[in-house]
Protein backbone atom coordinates (compact mmCIF):
# COMPACT_ATOMS: atom_id res chain seq x y z
CA UNK A 1 0.00 0.00 0.00
CA UNK A 2 0.89 3.20 -0.80
CA UNK A 3 1.18 6.57 1.45
CA UNK A 4 -0.20 9.65 0.16
CA UNK A 5 1.85 12.84 0.66
CA UNK A 6 0.28 16.58 0.17
CA UNK A 7 1.95 19.67 -0.53
CA UNK A 8 0.54 22.94 -1.76
CA UNK A 9 2.05 26.52 -3.62
CA UNK A 10 0.53 29.92 -4.10
CA UNK A 11 0.69 30.87 -7.51
CA UNK A 12 0.47 34.24 -8.89
CA UNK A 13 -2.01 33.30 -11.71
CA UNK A 14 -5.69 32.28 -12.39
CA UNK A 15 -6.70 28.99 -11.81
CA UNK A 16 -7.53 28.46 -15.40
CA UNK A 17 -4.29 29.74 -16.13
CA UNK A 18 -2.79 26.69 -14.14
CA UNK A 19 -5.07 24.43 -15.63
CA UNK A 20 -3.60 25.23 -18.84
CA UNK A 21 0.26 24.33 -18.23
CA UNK A 22 -0.94 21.24 -16.44
CA UNK A 23 -2.59 19.97 -18.86
CA UNK A 24 -0.33 20.95 -21.92
CA UNK A 25 1.46 17.53 -21.65
CA UNK A 26 4.02 17.60 -24.79
CA UNK A 27 5.58 21.19 -23.70
CA UNK A 28 6.68 19.36 -19.89
CA UNK A 29 10.24 18.56 -21.57
CA UNK A 30 10.76 22.47 -21.95
CA UNK A 31 10.28 23.19 -18.11
CA UNK A 32 9.98 19.55 -16.22
CA UNK A 33 13.84 18.88 -15.29
CA UNK A 34 13.19 15.32 -15.53
CA UNK A 35 11.09 14.95 -18.31
CA UNK A 36 12.84 13.77 -21.17
CA UNK A 37 9.26 12.95 -23.41
CA UNK A 38 6.14 13.13 -23.04
CA UNK A 39 3.66 11.47 -25.71
CA UNK A 40 -0.11 12.39 -25.89
CA UNK A 41 -1.15 8.43 -26.43
CA UNK A 42 -5.38 9.40 -26.47
CA UNK A 43 -7.49 11.45 -26.11
CA UNK A 44 -11.21 12.81 -24.92
CA UNK A 45 -13.70 14.08 -27.03
CA UNK A 46 -12.82 17.63 -25.53
CA UNK A 47 -9.67 17.73 -26.33
CA UNK A 48 -7.76 16.92 -22.62
CA UNK A 49 -5.20 13.91 -22.63
CA UNK A 50 -7.03 10.26 -21.62
CA UNK A 51 -3.88 8.62 -21.37
CA UNK A 52 -0.21 9.85 -21.61
CA UNK A 53 3.31 8.11 -21.94
CA UNK A 54 6.28 9.25 -19.89
CA UNK A 55 10.09 9.05 -20.28
CA UNK A 56 11.51 10.29 -17.06
CA UNK A 57 15.32 10.58 -16.49
CA UNK A 58 16.18 11.93 -13.20
CA UNK A 59 20.30 10.81 -12.79
CA UNK A 60 19.79 7.54 -10.51
CA UNK A 61 16.11 7.17 -10.84
CA UNK A 62 14.95 6.30 -15.01
CA UNK A 63 11.58 5.27 -15.67
CA UNK A 64 8.81 5.30 -18.48
CA UNK A 65 5.15 4.63 -18.07
CA UNK A 66 1.55 5.54 -19.30
CA UNK A 67 -0.71 7.47 -17.02
CA UNK A 68 -4.58 7.86 -17.19
CA UNK A 69 -6.26 11.46 -16.81
CA UNK A 70 -9.28 12.47 -15.71
CA UNK A 71 -10.68 16.28 -15.20
CA UNK A 72 -12.95 18.25 -13.40
CA UNK A 73 -15.58 20.03 -15.38
CA UNK A 74 -14.07 22.77 -14.78
CA UNK A 75 -10.56 21.50 -14.78
CA UNK A 76 -10.58 22.67 -10.97
CA UNK A 77 -8.61 19.17 -10.50
CA UNK A 78 -6.58 17.08 -12.39
CA UNK A 79 -5.87 13.55 -11.84
CA UNK A 80 -4.40 10.80 -13.19
CA UNK A 81 -3.21 6.68 -11.94
CA UNK A 82 -0.53 4.43 -13.65
CA UNK A 83 -2.23 2.46 -16.46
CA UNK A 84 0.12 -0.57 -15.84
CA UNK A 85 3.23 -0.82 -13.84
CA UNK A 86 6.57 0.16 -14.91
CA UNK A 87 9.70 -0.85 -14.09
CA UNK A 88 9.65 1.05 -11.02
CA UNK A 89 6.39 1.82 -9.84
CA UNK A 90 3.69 -0.73 -9.37
CA UNK A 91 0.70 2.04 -8.39
CA UNK A 92 1.18 5.77 -8.91
CA UNK A 93 -2.25 7.89 -8.14
CA UNK A 94 -2.02 11.46 -7.73
CA UNK A 95 -3.87 15.22 -8.47
CA UNK A 96 -3.62 18.46 -8.79
CA UNK A 97 -6.25 20.36 -7.07
CA UNK A 98 -6.15 24.41 -8.07
CA UNK A 99 -8.03 26.56 -5.65
CA UNK A 100 -8.77 29.79 -7.71
CA UNK A 101 -9.03 32.95 -5.31
CA UNK A 102 -10.35 35.15 -7.67
CA UNK A 103 -7.63 37.85 -7.13
CA UNK A 104 -4.86 36.28 -9.97
CA UNK A 105 -3.57 33.90 -7.76
CA UNK A 106 -4.51 30.84 -6.95
CA UNK A 107 -2.93 27.57 -4.09
CA UNK A 108 -2.34 24.01 -6.24
CA UNK A 109 -2.22 21.43 -4.15
CA UNK A 110 -0.24 18.09 -5.48
CA UNK A 111 -1.41 14.88 -3.70
CA UNK A 112 0.75 11.87 -4.81
CA UNK A 113 0.80 8.07 -3.51
CA UNK A 114 3.52 6.09 -5.98
CA UNK A 115 4.29 2.23 -4.65
CA UNK A 116 7.49 1.54 -5.61
CA UNK A 117 8.51 -2.10 -7.21
CA UNK A 118 11.80 -1.60 -5.60
CA UNK A 119 12.57 -1.68 -2.18
CA UNK A 120 13.61 1.56 -0.30
CA UNK A 121 13.81 2.22 2.86
CA UNK A 122 10.68 4.63 4.02
CA UNK A 123 13.04 7.09 5.50
CA UNK A 124 14.38 7.46 1.76
CA UNK A 125 11.16 7.48 0.07
CA UNK A 126 9.63 10.03 1.91
CA UNK A 127 12.26 12.01 1.57
CA UNK A 128 12.48 11.48 -2.16
CA UNK A 129 8.88 11.99 -2.11
CA UNK A 130 9.17 15.28 -0.78
CA UNK A 131 12.06 16.49 -3.14
CA UNK A 132 10.00 15.26 -6.28
CA UNK A 133 6.90 17.09 -5.15
CA UNK A 134 8.88 20.33 -3.97
CA UNK A 135 10.75 20.17 -7.56
CA UNK A 136 7.20 19.25 -9.56
CA UNK A 137 5.17 22.18 -7.38
CA UNK A 138 8.38 25.25 -8.10
CA UNK A 139 8.77 24.21 -11.93
CA UNK A 140 4.88 24.60 -11.99
CA UNK A 141 5.21 28.03 -9.97
CA UNK A 142 7.88 29.39 -12.46
CA UNK A 143 6.51 27.96 -15.36
CA UNK A 144 2.86 29.28 -14.79
CA UNK A 145 4.21 32.46 -13.63
CA UNK A 146 7.14 33.63 -16.47
CA UNK A 147 6.17 36.32 -18.85
CA UNK A 148 7.45 33.84 -22.21
CA UNK A 149 4.83 30.76 -21.85
Do not use: N
Amino acid sequence: MADTSTQSILIAAPGPRVAEVICDFERYPEWVSAAKKVEVLEEYEDGYASQVRFVLDAGMIQDEYRLAYEYAQDVSRVQWHLVEPSRIQRAQTGSYDIDDHGDDTCTVTYTLAVELSIAMLGMFKRKAEKMIMDTALRELKRRVESVDT
